[in-house]
């Protein structure tokens, strides 16, 4: 039976279920599901090879599964019209904007794309430009732009035609501060206006600021999922304290913070403990001048090295 409460909760708008990819006999996805509520922001993470881009672009339609469904508003995926392009706004891992048109003409042409009617595509062009705070380039030619505005344009152009689903492949690689903020903050506005984010990342702070939920990707599998908050609650004590000798020794060699905090790890010259209150252990070490100590509360990126690892990854494809 169907309560009141039930029908507040919003319905899954974009379904995966048993997803399976290989290359070359070795499994990228395997298995692989996530159900993301419409408007809501899903932040997908993982290490290099872990699935994330060949998600994305499964979803999009571009890389053909091996096994799988995938569903949009409740429909499978190849039943939509066009493979759902119209619903479907996609920020590609790379900007690939036409360097021979303009700001105003990249969107253009991507409005001419989905036979948007041209009062349509002005209307959009103008409001997006406003929106990006690109206005005041429209008839720039791509070349003139800083590496963030390429990216907010690449934004922009995803949104020329009104989609209810936005896939955003690590959209703030590579950018500086005041560029990502900027995104982070257009992202958000997005969210707000309704719309459905699927957002794959290397960096932590953006997955714990923008997700409603996380899940944390390996070997073609959603290991765990949940809002950043609780996933963090669930996997690592809230107070952490790194102990880094400044001689590039090891920090505690007597090993005296065992029995005294939850759990220790020693990552490289760090050692890492984790507790509910760490303010005696920091007293302690604090009396020696030859550590750099920083205490400090758990947070995502923590949860995600527990989860998958600290073994550097490099060229996997995924």
Excluded at 168 to 175: I, K, R, V, Y
Excluded at 276 to 302: I, K, P, W
Aim: aromatic share 6%; with cysteine.
């Amino acid at each position: 039976m169907v309560t009141a409460a039930d029908a507040t909760v919003p319905s899954n708008f974009l379904e995966a279920e048993g997803l399976y990819k290989a290359y070359s006999g070795r499994p990228v996805l395997q298995n692989f599901g996530l159900r993301i509520r419409a408007g809501e922001c899903y932040v997908l993470v993982g290490p290099n090879g872990a699935g994330k881009s060949t998600c994305i672009r499964g979803i999009q339609g571009i890389t053909p599964l091996d096994g799988g469904e995938i569903r949009i508003a409740g429909r499978p995926l190849q039943s939509l019209p066009h493979g759902g392009r119209h619903i479907l706004g996609v920020v590609p891992q790379e900007d690939n904007l036409d360097p021979d048109f303009s700001v105003a003409e990249n969107l253009w042409v991507y409005g001419r794309y989905f036979s948007l009617p041209r009062s349509s595509i002005r209307r959009r062009t103008a409001e997006l430009l406003e929106f990006m705070l690109l206005s005041d380039y429209a008839q720039k030619p791509i070349g003139a732009l800083s590496g963030g505005m390429k990216r907010r344009l690449t934004i922009a152009r995803a949104l020329i035609h009104e989609p209810r689903l936005i896939l955003l492949d690590e959209p703030s690689t590579g950018l500086d501060p005041q560029a990502r903020h900027l995104i982070w903050q257009k992202l958000r506005e997005l969210k707000r206006q309704g719309v459905t984010l699927l957002l794959t990342t290397h960096y932590m702070d953006e997955a714990e600021r923008l997700a409603d939920r996380v899940g944390i990707i390996d070997h073609g599998r959603i290991l765990d999922e949940a809002p950043p908050a609780e996933l963090i609650a669930r996997h690592i004590p809230p107070m952490v304290l790194e102990l880094r000798r400044l001689d590039g020794g090891r920090p505690d060699p007597e090993d005296w913070y065992r029995g005294r905090v939850a759990a220790g790890e020693r990552v490289g010259d760090t050692l890492l403990l984790y507790g509910e209150d760490l303010g005696a252990v920091q007293r302690h070490y604090a009396q020696r001048d030859d550590l750099r100590l920083l205490l400090r509360t758990a947070n995502l990126e923590d949860v995600f090295l527990r989860l998958t690892g600290r073994d550097l990854r490099e060229g996997d494809r995924g």
